[in-house]
């Protein structure tokens, strides 16, 4: 499985991205998807996850009624709309995929920025 992310950039304090996690390969056996973040000299956290049937599992307390996450099988691709952002949102975003086996895959990653 491959996951490529995009639509990370700048954007000021309380204004909206959406990023979007596009997976390749074999992709039948993805189970749940989430997306992560990480800024420097912090640890990565989970922001949100949802699960093959499109059930949202969770969100991070900091992110909830800011941040939706979505799924469209029939694309293959996963999205994080991400609105009132905040400077603190700041990180890196990593889309994440686990398995049926529980194997997780990454994204490299892409970059949002919120300036204040």
């Known amino acids: 499985v ?3 992310e995009s639509g990370g950039g700048l954007v000021q304090a309380g204004g909206s991205l959406r990023l979007s ?17 990480q800024s420097p000299g912090k640890q ?11 059930v949202i ?5 900091s992110v909830k009624g800011r941040f939706t996450i ?8 996963m999205y994080l709309q991400m609105n009132s952002l905040k400077p603190e ?4 975003y990593y889309c994440n995929a686990v398995d049926g086996r529980h194997f997780g895959y990454w994204g490299q990653g892409t970059q949002v920025t919120v300036s204040s």
């Open 44 to 54: 990565r956290e989970l922001v949100a996850r949802i699960t093959s049937g499109g």
């Open 89 to 92: 949102d700041t990180a890196v």
């Open 21 to 37: 996690c596009a997976a390749s390969g074999s992709t039948f056996t993805i189970k749940a998807m989430g997306w992560y973040r």
């Open 57 to 61: 599992t969770n969100y991070a307390d």
């Open 70 to 77: 979505s799924r469209d099988n029939a694309k293959n691709t």
């Open 2 to 4: 491959q996951l490529v």
